[in-house]
């Protein structure tokens, strides 16, 4: 058996259940979707920023790795940016809704 069908099987496994005695509702399920997902991006925005700091530490003044650098800065602080106003655009359509 693949890892893929097994890992959807044992989500369904693991899952099956909460649906079966109604603790867990399409609205808790997203939140949870939504949160996990802000939870990776936020790592990976961290490790950039560290990727980002490492590279103009190592670049020690030659031309191209300062430029390499700065597209790493650029690419941090856009990411960054793009987080921050996606956690505010899901908590301002949430409110609008009264979710």
Do not use: C, E, H
Request: proline share 2%.
């Amino acid at each position: 058996m693949n890892k893929k069908a097994f890992i959807l099987i044992l989500l369904g496994v693991l899952t099956l259940p909460n649906l079966a005695f109604a603790q867990v509702t399409i609205q808790s399920m997203v939140n949870a979707a939504v949160m996990t997902t802000l939870y990776i991006a936020s790592g990976i925005i961290v490790i950039l920023w560290i990727v980002t700091g490492l590279l103009f530490l190592t670049a020690q003044g030659a031309p191209d790795k300062v430029t390499q650098g700065r597209k790493a800065l650029m690419a941090s602080v856009a990411g960054t940016l793009l987080i921050i106003v996606a956690t505010s655009a899901i908590y301002l359509v949430g409110s609008a809704f009264g979710l």
